[in-house]
């Protein structure tokens, strides 16, 4: 599964449910140095340049963007028909392979994941209805074979 495809349904699946986690997470000790003493420098937190320019990463965010609003479409129109359903998103995929390809090619970008985390909340707006909407009508055929071979399909 491409992780920058994942990280979006993630972020979206996030966006639409509202939740925010307030819990604090504890930090992370150290590295030992080998004297017995934690290291005084800690690790560059800096990740290394992205692969692909801003212009493009946007471009792609937007067709994710559509390839979820087509997969969004598809299982509202399916109202529940769970055959319906699968194939119209084995349909969608197909048509969206290139998509599906150019998020996998983000998979060794260090920076993709924070890149998509911070396009997805300056657009949350406009992506988290759309995200609900996918996921109600999901619901009904969540566990249905055939869906969820589709939505394996799809890099889901």
């Known amino acids: 599964m491409s992780r920058l495809l994942h990280v979006v349904l993630v972020l979206l699946a996030v966006a639409a449910c509202k939740k925010q986690d307030a819990t604090p997470r ?11 003493t934690a290291s ?27 390839y979820i609003g087509k997969m969004r479409d598809v299982v509202v129109a399916a109202g529940g028909d769970c055959s319906k359903m699968a194939t119209g998103l084995e349909q969608v995929a197909a048509e969206n392979r290139d998509v599906i390809e150019r998020t996998r090619a983000l998979d060794e970008d260090a920076s993709a994941e924070d890149r998509a985390d911070a396009w997805m909340k300056a657009h949350e707006g406009e992506v988290a209805p759309m995200f609900e909407a996918l996921f109600q009508g999901l619901g009904p055929c969540q566990e249905d074979p055939a869906v969820q071979s589709a939505m394996e399909k799809m890099g889901t």
């Open 40 to 66: 005084a420098q800690p690790p560059d937190p800096t990740p290394p340049p992205s692969q692909m320019s801003d212009a493009e990463f946007d471009k792609l965010m937007n067709d994710v963007v559509g």
């Open 26 to 36: 504890p930090l992370a000790p150290l590295p030992d140095d080998g004297t017995g």
